[in-house]
């Protein structure tokens, strides 16, 4: 590995951060389900580099998720290259620590977090990530104590950063399809560079405080619903919301098709997918029910005020 070029925070630091982080967080929702452990596959990339997925399954809360670690470089691929109006030839170093959970129980949502960092031979360097809830039944208490939290991780750093990058995920979480969001939102930044070492220092901070907001919020909310009682009606439409999930990581996520497009791992690229999933032609929703309610809160809107 190489230090970064534009700062005294190393690429060896902020890999290190990852693969901790990863650690952290596993470790952690295996105690949170009680039952199923992380399996570990390591890969490699044939371009240089590789990582570490993370897949739990069938246990007691999470029927299906993934907590990914990986360090690639090499090669910017020509497509990327591109698209990011970067000189040919660059070489490039990408790592980041990618989070997907699907729970069993359609009562607990499903929760994503991503967070990245990104650098190439010329100098250009940037980090990006995010965490966005999906429930299956919107719960209004949830949403403002998710966003309560998101807005206090970003308060620390700049009033302006829980404003920017909530509004930044209302765009990004949204199905143009469907006209509906993937789910309540949250925060979600990209290419959020510096120019100073003090600044990159500041954006690694802001990076890591986003990292670790991860497991206890989500341990809070998984707490607050985990027993409750569900049944047939709830089960088939956790299993349509999924669909939604699927609709949006295969049509319009970008880190999907990043991964695909530098030759990334198959396998850990689509973790992110429920293990089930259903379509079903022109559905609809029975007026005054809970189904209902969830899809008129689906769209962007001020959960704090």
Same mark, same amino acid.
């Given at each position: 590995?190489?230090?970064?070029?534009?700062?005294?925070?190393?690429?060896?630091?902020?890999?290190?951060?990852?693969?901790?982080?990863?650690?952290?967080?596993?470790g952690?929702?295996?105690? +949170?389900?009680?039952?199923?452990?992380?399996?570990?596959? +390591?890969?490699?990339?044939?371009?240089?580099?590789?990582?570490?997925?993370?897949?739990?399954?069938?246990?007691?809360?999470? #029927?299906?998720?993934? %907590?990914?670690?990986?360090?690639?470089?090499?090669?910017?691929?020509?497509?990327?290259?591109?698209a +990011?109006?970067? &000189? #040919?030839?660059?070489?490039?170093?990408?790592?980041?620590v990618?989070?997907?959970?699907?729970? =069993?129980?359609?009562?607990? &949502?499903?929760?994503?977090m991503?967070?990245?960092?990104?650098?190439?031979?010329?100098?250009?360097?940037?980090?990006?990530?995010?965490?966005? *809830?999906?429930?299956?039944?919107?719960?209004? #208490?949830? $949403?403002v104590?998710?966003?309560?939290k998101?807005?206090?991780?970003?308060?620390?750093?700049?009033?302006?950063?829980? &404003?920017?990058?909530?509004?930044? $995920?209302?765009?990004?979480?949204?199905?143009?399809?469907?006209?509906?969001?993937?789910?309540?939102?949250?925060?979600?930044?990209?290419? *959020?560079?510096?120019?100073?070492?003090?600044?990159?220092?500041?954006?690694?901070?802001?990076?890591?405080?986003?990292?670790?907001?991860? +497991?206890? %919020?989500?341990?809070e909310?998984?707490?607050?619903?985990?027993?409750?009682?569900?049944?047939?009606?709830?089960k088939?439409?956790?299993?349509?919301?999924?669909?939604?999930?699927?609709?949006?990581?295969?049509?319009?996520?970008?880190?999907?098709?990043?991964g695909?497009?530098?030759n990334?791992?198959?396998? =850990?690229?689509?973790?992110?997918? &429920?293990?089930?999933?259903?379509w079903?032609?022109?559905?609809q929703?029975?007026?005054? =029910?809970?189904? $209902?309610?969830? *899809? =008129?809160?689906?769209?962007?809107?001020?959960?704090?005020?």
């Amino acid at each position: 590995m190489v230090e970064t070029i534009n700062g005294n925070t190393s690429l060896d630091e902020i890999v290190a951060f990852f693969k901790n982080l990863q650690d952290e967080i596993c470790g952690g929702l295996e105690e +949170l389900d009680g039952k199923a452990k992380f399996q570990q596959d +390591l890969w490699n990339r044939d371009g240089g580099g590789g990582g570490r997925t993370r897949l739990i399954q069938d246990g007691l809360v999470f #029927e299906k998720g993934g %907590v990914n670690f990986s360090h690639v470089h090499g090669k910017m691929p020509e497509k990327i290259s591109k698209a +990011l109006k970067l &000189p #040919e030839e660059v070489e490039f170093h990408a790592s980041g620590v990618s989070i997907v959970i699907h729970p =069993s129980s359609p009562r607990v &949502p499903i929760i994503h977090m991503n967070v990245r960092y990104f650098e190439t031979s010329n100098g250009t360097h940037w980090f990006g990530g995010g965490i966005d *809830l999906t429930p299956i039944y919107v719960i209004r #208490e949830d $949403a403002v104590f998710f966003h309560e939290k998101m807005k206090a991780v970003c308060d620390k750093f700049d009033s302006n950063y829980y &404003p920017e990058f909530k509004s930044w $995920a209302d765009r990004y979480f949204f199905l143009k399809h469907r006209n509906e969001s993937r789910g309540i939102g949250g925060i979600f930044f990209d290419h *959020l560079k510096a120019d100073s070492p003090e600044m990159k220092t500041q954006n690694f901070e802001f990076v890591k405080s986003v990292g670790q907001a991860f +497991l206890p %919020v989500y341990e809070e909310i998984v707490n607050r619903h985990k027993d409750e009682a569900f049944g047939e009606r709830e089960k088939d439409w956790q299993l349509l919301r999924r669909s939604r999930y699927v609709e949006f990581n295969l049509v319009w996520d970008r880190g999907t098709k990043f991964g695909l497009d530098t030759n990334g791992r198959t396998e =850990s690229i689509l973790m992110s997918m &429920p293990p089930l999933a259903k379509w079903v032609y022109n559905h609809q929703t029975e007026e005054g =029910s809970q189904e $209902a309610y969830t *899809l =008129s809160q689906l769209t962007a809107q001020d959960w704090l005020n």
